[in-house]
């Protein structure tokens, strides 16, 4: 059973425009959210992240909202940019604390 | 460069052999994280070590074990390869045992492919 799920595989976007990545998550105790960038042949490096308790963090261009009542978390990317094609990965620290959980990824790709 | 360094970076091997993935962490940081990738999937947490100890495991199979050194660093143990078992495992490091609110700093990954 996925707890963190990223239902769209892939999105294009063209470069200037807003890019939406969405996530969804099924434990309502996860306590904070976390959003990782990955290029090829590189690891997941962090991006942003948001505590349970707040319902948007922003950082530059990069801003995570948080729906608690629907379950869902959403990165928009302002203006999108040509090296931001990566794919993103949602997570979220297990009960324990003692690892990630991780969607299977949105593969982002943004046009000149 | 997030700090992590894992080697080697591709492996090729036959199905039934055992091969070892090497992970050094961050400086200072004292714990280790493996996860696998596979095909289509999000990385899946393996297990975890702090300090040398053993903290947390997840959906790791009997065939496959680890350690951490007293330098830190760690070693991911295949064994009795299947062609399943072709992946990329990633290992991560953070300061502490557990996440609480800090990220962790991943590898590039080795990606290791059974023939």
């Known amino acids: 059973d996925q707890q963190v799920k990223q239902n769209s595989p892939s999105l294009s976007v063209q470069e200037g425009r807003i890019s939406i990545l969405n996530c969804d998550y099924t434990n309502s105790m996860f306590d904070y959210f976390l959003w990782y960038k990955k290029y090829p042949a590189e690891g997941p490096t962090f991006l942003i992240s948001i505590s349970s308790i707040k319902d948007k963090n922003e950082d530059g261009r990069f801003t995570v909202f948080l729906n608690k009542s629907a379950k869902h978390l959403s990165l928009h990317i302002v203006p999108s940019q040509p090296g931001d094609s990566a794919v993103y990965f949602c997570?979220?620290?297990?009960?324990?604390?003692?690892?990630?959980?991780f969607g299977k990824g949105t593969t982002l790709s943004v046009s000149s | 460069d997030s700090g992590v360094t894992q080697t080697p970076k591709h492996l090729i091997t036959a199905t039934g052999q055992r091969v070892t993935l090497r992970c050094s962490p961050r400086s200072g940081d004292l714990s280790v994280y493996w996860y696998q990738q596979s095909l289509d999937q999000g990385l899946q947490f393996l297990i975890q070590?702090?300090?040398?100890?053993?903290?947390a495991k997840g959906n790791i199979l009997e065939r496959f074990s680890a350690q951490q050194f007293p330098d830190l660093h760690s070693e991911l143990n295949l064994s009795s390869l299947e062609l399943g078992d072709s992946a990329l495992y990633f290992c991560?490091?953070?300061?502490?045992?557990?996440?609480?609110?800090?990220?962790?700093?991943f590898g590039p990954g080795t990606r290791l492919t059974v023939t």
């Open positions: 991560a490091s953070s300061v502490a045992s557990g996440l609480a609110g800090g990220e962790q700093y």
């Open positions: 997570a979220a620290p297990n009960q324990a604390g003692t690892a990630l959980i």
């Open positions: 070590y702090y300090n040398g100890e053993e903290r």
